[in-house]
Structure formats: C-alpha cells, structure tokens
C-alpha cells in the first residue's frame, strides 16, 4: 500500500467514526482506537505535507489566530422569520398568504424546532468545505471559515458520490446547555465576564480570532437550509431539503415533523411546549413553513421576511444552569 493510500484509508476511517460520534451520537470506535490513528495520520502528513487534503480532519484546528475577520457577502442572503406570539397570530398568518395566493393548492408544512444558537452560512465547491460566514445582517456576514472547521458536527467534505458544484447550507451553531455551563464555570474560575445565554455564548464563540479556543468549546451545528445554485430543481420541497442535508454528513434535527395541516402545527408547537425543557439544548420555538418549493415561490418574500415561514414562539425564559 502507497503512503498516499494508506493516508486515504486514514482519513476515511477517522471521518467515518467522527461522522458517527457527533453527528449520530452512536461511536463505532473506542477514543483510544480513534487517537491512535489519528497520530498515526499526523505523522504520515508531517513526512509528507504534499499529502494533506482539506478534508483531512487534522486541518480542523488551525495553527496561528485570526488577526481580523473579513467581510464577506453571502452568495445567497439568510432571510430572517416574522415571529408569531400565539395561535391566533399563527392563524392569521395563514390567512396572509391564503388571500395572496388564493389558489393555492393544499400547502403541507414543515415544523422544525427553533435553535437558540447562531445562524451560519457555509459554502461547498465539489463537496469540500470552502467557506463558513456569520449571518451578519443577512447579506454580509464575517468570513470565520477556520473556526467553522473546528465544528465536528460540520463535514469538511459532504458525504455524496458526485457532489454538485456549489453547495449552500445555513443552519444553527449553538452550545448545548451541559457546555455552555462549563465554559461559564471555566470563566468564572479564570474570573472572566460569564456569556449571558448560550446563544450569546455561541455567537460569541464563533467570532473568537484564535481557532484552538473554539476547538475546545464543542459547538454544534443543525443545517436547515439547503441551496443548491444551478440545480434549483433536484429538490422541490423543504422535507427533501432536509432529508438530502441528512445523506450529505449534516446532523438534521430529530424532531422535524410535516404536518398536513395548521392543526398539526398547533399540536406539534403544544406538544413540545413541556418537552423541550429535557431537550439538551435551547430552543425559542417553533419555525414554521410551507413545505412545497414551488408554492415558497408563488408567495415570495416581504421587503423583511419570506412569506411563507413563520417563528412561532414560546414565552422567553430563564437559561437553566
Ligand atoms: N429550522 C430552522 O429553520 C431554524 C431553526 N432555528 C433557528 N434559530 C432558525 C432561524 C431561522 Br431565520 S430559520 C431557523
């Protein structure tokens, strides 16, 4: 076997147990297994940097810290959701839309739990991780590609035989509750200002200019948005969206659920009122939207929001420590 294969069996092997571990919280391979091929990498990639790859998982952690962050602008702007404070303004929000587009055939909906974290926009150049931004003010956000890197849950190469040129994701990063505590325990022994919330802390964490601090703070991320530029028509609903996002290596929230009607979504939102607060992260509600692409298209955007979304949420609260 060439060095070059034997690098490649490496990466494949380490990809496929931290693919395993983070993403499906289901380790296929003992720490001391997975270490000790991980060295076994990073001295095979010391003898020849030629052989380095970009997915390799040994480019996760950058050496020297980020000077500043350069603005970047999306190729794709993050939309940002009217919020809805109860069923009634649920309601009429259906109303909205149903007179816009009174043709409407039988919208579905797509109810997808709302993370208290921080948006991300990541880009992908035949399957490979090339960039990851900050939402900003959704049209220009802050290049922090190396700390993305960082973030296991993230795939540094997308897990698709023949990946699309260019693929667009945005999705949630945020810590969960049992990290966002320890990093404000570590803070208060060091006698450093404690973050607020956890999406404070996660915001705050992405936009640190050394790279090895955000490897140490283990932020996760739940993709949600997929664009796929030229290729618009391979996916024509949001449940395919998601479904596609789950086959290319990204953790997808479990609790995704379509509903047929507006019924289910207040069943859905009712539900998971109670429930929520055992979940091991925070969430302010429930992101509503109509599942099928081509009726997202008939209602379009507002000169703020997309017509066919709608956060509805849940009485802010306290963080648990
Ligand atoms: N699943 C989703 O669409 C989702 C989840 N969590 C969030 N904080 C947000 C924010 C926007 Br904007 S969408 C969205």
């Known amino acids: 076997m060439t060095t070059a294969d034997r690098l490649l069996q490496l990466r494949q092997q380490l990809q496929k147990a931290s693919y395993a571990y983070y993403v499906l919280d289901a380790p296929i391979m003992e720490d001391s297994v997975y270490d000790q091929l991980y060295r076994e990498l990073q001295k095979l990639e010391a003898e020849n940097p030629e052989l380095i790859t970009p997915d390799s998982p040994t480019q996760r952690v950058g050496e020297q810290p980020a000077s500043q962050f350069s603005a970047v602008t999306h190729n794709i702007p993050l939309y940002s959701l009217e919020n809805a404070f109860n069923v009634q303004e649920l309601q009429?929000?259906?109303?909205?839309?149903?007179?816009?587009?009174?043709?409407?055939?039988?919208?579905?909906?797509?109810?997808?739990?709302?993370?208290?974290?921080?948006?991300?926009?990541?880009?992908?150049?035949?399957?490979?991780?090339?960039?990851?931004?900050?939402?900003?003010?959704?049209?220009?956000?802050?290049?922090?590609?190396?700390?993305?890197?960082?973030?296991?849950s993230i795939p540094l190469k997308l897990n698709l035989d023949n990946p699309p040129p260019t693929v667009e994701v945005r999705g949630e990063a945020f810590l969960p509750l049992a990290e966002f505590n320890r990093i404000n325990q570590e803070r208060e022994a060091q006698g450093e200002s404690l973050f607020a919330n956890p999406r404070n802390a996660a915001a705050g964490t992405l936009r640190q200019l050394d790279s090895k601090i955000v490897h140490q703070r283990r932020l996760q991320f739940f993709a949600y948005t997929l664009h796929l530029p030229g290729q618009e028509e391979q996916i024509q609903s949001q449940w395919q969206a998601l479904e596609y996002l789950k086959k290319a290596g990204f953790m997808v929230n479990p609790h995704c659920q379509l509903c047929e009607d507006l019924d289910g979504v207040v069943a859905y939102f009712e539900d998971w009122e109670g429930a929520r607060q055992r979940l091991p992260y925070m969430t302010d509600g429930v992101v509503v939207k109509i599942n099928q692409y081509p009726l997202q298209s008939e209602l379009g955007f507002t000169q703020k929001f997309p017509r066919w979304a709608i956060?509805?949420?849940?009485?802010?609260?306290?963080?648990?420590?």
């Open 92 to 152: 009429q929000w259906q109303e909205r839309w149903q007179r816009i587009a009174p043709t409407i055939e039988k919208a579905e909906y797509v109810c997808e739990l709302k993370i208290d974290g921080s948006a991300i926009a990541l880009t992908y150049e035949n399957g490979l991780l090339v960039r990851g931004v900050t939402r900003g003010d959704g049209t220009t956000g802050e290049e922090i590609s190396q700390n993305i890197k960082t973030i296991r």
């Open 311 to 321: 956060a509805l949420k849940y009485p802010a609260e306290e963080t648990p420590t």
